[in-house]
C-alpha cells in the first residue's frame, strides 16, 4: 500500500516531475509515493528521474489511458 | 542555492535565459525546474529580452510574425501563418490567446506556475545588471528573488558547471 498518492492525471511534462518531487521532499525514507498520471511521457521521465535521484522506482504499470508509478523514497 | 555537497553524484546547470517571449519562456523555465528536480543545482541568468520574466507581473506576449514553422492545431489539422497575415492589426494578440488557452487545455504549465516552482526549488535567478540600466528596469518591479550579476558572475558559476545552456 502506498503511504501517499499524487493525482497527476491531465498534467503535461514536466508538472508530474515537479509535483512528486515536491510530495518526495516531505515523505521520509523507505514510503512508497504512488503517483497516477496521463502524460505517455511520464513513463520514460520517471524511470530517468529515478534513476538520477536515487529513489527507487518499484512499479512502472499501465490502465488504459492512466500511467500508475511507485516511488519509494530513497 | 540547493546545497549539494552532501549529495552524491550532485550535477549543476546554468542556462542563459535572453528571451521573454511566450514560447521561448518555455525551454529554459522547464529545464531549470526539472534539473532542480533531480538535485541539479540550477542557475539561470537572465539577460537582454529573457529579463522581464523576472519581472513581478508577467504580461507575456506571443508572436508567429518571422516564425514559419509554428503550426496550430486547428479542426484536426494544422494552420501555418503568413508573415503578411501575423501583421494584421489584431493577429498577433489572437494568436497569443489561442496559444494560452492551448496551454491551459492541454494541461501544460504557465509561465508564472513554473517560476514560482524555480522559486522553491531555489534555483539561483541572476538578473543582468547592464540590462536592468539598459532598459530601464527598476529592481523594485522585479522579484525579490532575483539576484543582480553580471557577465563575470555568470562565468564564475558556468565554469563549475556540468552543463551550460544558451536559450
Known amino acids: ?74 | 542555492m540547493l546545497d549539494a555537497k552532501n549529495i552524491e553524484n550532485a550535477k549543476s546547470m546554468s542556462i542563459i535565459v535572453t528571451k521573454g517571449s511566450l514560447d521561448w519562456a518555455y525551454p529554459p523555465f522547464i529545464l531549470g525546474t526539472t534539473a532542480a528536480a533531480m538535485d541539479v543545482d540550477v542557475t539561470m541568468f537572465f539577460t537582454f529580452y529573457g529579463l522581464p520574466l523576472l519581472k513581478k507581473e508577467l504580461n507575456l506576449k506571443f508572436t508567429p510574425l518571422g516564425n514559419p514553422a509554428m503550426e496550430m492545431p486547428m479542426m484536426g489539422g494544422h494552420m501555418a501563418m503568413p508573415n503578411i497575415v501575423g501583421m494584421l492589426p489584431g493577429v498577433g494578440a489572437a494568436a497569443g490567446t489561442m496559444m494560452k488557452n492551448l496551454i491551459k487545455k492541454k494541461g501544460v504549465a504557465s509561465i508564472e506556475e513554473l517560476r514560482e516552482a524555480a522559486v522553491e526549488a531555489e534555483v539561483k535567478m541572476i538578473g543582468c545588471q547592464m540590462t536592468l540600466d539598459l532598459f530601464e528596469y527598476k529592481r523594485e518591479d522585479m522579484i525579490d528573488e532575483m539576484e543582480i550579476g553580471g557577465a563575470a558572475t555568470y562565468m564564475e558559476k558556468a565554469l563549475q558547471s556540468d552543463i551550460n545552456l544558451f536559450i
Open chain 1, 1 to 74: 500500500m502506498a503511504d501517499q498518492t499524487l493525482n497527476a492525471e491531465g498534467l503535461n511534462c514536466p508538472l508530474p516531475i515537479l509535483r512528486a518531487k515536491k510530495a518526495i521532499k516531505g515523505m521520509s525514507s523507505g514510503q512508497i509515493l504512488e503517483i497516477r498520471a496521463t502524460d505517455p511521457g511520464s513513463v520514460a521521465d520517471f524511470a530517468a528521474f529515478c534513476n538520477q535521484t536515487g529513489n527507487a522506482l518499484v512499479s512502472s504499470s499501465s490502465e488504459g489511458d492512466i500511467y500508475k508509478f511507485e516511488i519509494k523514497v530513497s
